[in-house]
């Protein structure tokens, strides 16, 4: 199994521009995760999916940040426009459905907005 | 509202010290609990996990936690550390909902 796949691991890009973080969740998995990681903040989770739905984006910082999910295999974080403080390394991690399973973590993608 | 509490921000131990950091959570309900590790420049891993049974989990790497439900705790044990445990260490729990609560981590440096 080939894990939870992100790209890019490294993203340099100027404030204002738009930024989009991509996921690969592993196979058969129902549920798939965001979080942000920062030193101020530690890890936050910004938004989670259960077979491909939105269940609860309480966590995206403001309307500047977008997450989708097409379909079971692959999903988007959007930033548009980016600032500085939006510099952070981005998870991805995903896990079947039940309660007995914990949640697989993806390499992340680091994040740099100058 | 659910929340992690890791009182222990960075800890610094020489190999083949005893570690025990700690962990507690607010929630009322059925919980599960799980320790994840960071190690540098890496992606969270799983340690070990408490769904029910046993309240004593052991772990990969010699790693232990135990879930005491009346003091909230779910403490990481480890009795003899070696330099490749140099991590950070996160303790979550999960209540009713798919939505894992982080602590904000225990940075642990071990020298040689």
């Known amino acids: 199994d080939a894990g939870v796949i992100q790209s890019p691991r490294h993203e340099v890009t100027e404030m204002g521009q738009e930024v989009t973080l991509r996921c690969k969740p592993i196979?058969?998995?129902?549920?798939l995760f965001w979080y942000r990681q920062t030193m101020m903040r530690g890890l936050e989770l910004l938004i989670y999916?259960?077979?491909?739905?939105?269940?609860?984006d309480s966590g995206m910082p403001e309307d500047r940040f977008s997450a989708k999910m097409p379909n079971a295999s692959f999903s988007t974080l959007k930033i548009q426009p980016s600032e500085p403080r939006d510099s952070a390394v981005y998870f991805c991690?995903?896990?079947?459905?039940?309660?007995?399973?914990?949640?697989?973590f993806g390499p992340g993608t680091r994040l740099t907005v100058t | 509202a659910q929340s992690v509490s890791q009182h222990n921000h960075h800890v610094i131990l020489s190999e083949a010290a005893s570690l025990e950091l700690g962990c507690n959570y607010s929630?009322?309900?059925?919980?599960?609990l799980f320790w994840y590790v960071q190690y540098p420049g890496q992606h969270l891993q799983l340690l070990l996990k408490?769904?029910?049974?046993?309240?004593l989990v052991k772990g990969i790497k010699g790693f232990e936690a135990e879930f005491i439900k009346s003091k909230f705790s779910f403490n990481l044990r480890k009795p003899s550390v070696q330099w490749s445990d140099t991590a950070e260490y996160f303790c979550?729990?999960?209540?009713?909902?798919?939505?894992?609560?982080f602590g904000t981590g225990t940075r642990l440096q071990v020298f040689p």
């Open positions: 991690a995903s896990r079947p459905t039940g309660d007995r399973y914990e949640q697989y």
């Open positions: 196979s058969g998995h129902n549920s």
């Open positions: 999916f259960n077979n491909n739905v939105p269940i609860d």
């Open positions: 929630y009322g309900g059925t919980v599960n």
């Open positions: 408490y769904f029910s049974g046993d309240p």
């Open positions: 979550a729990v999960k209540g009713n909902t798919d939505k894992l609560i």
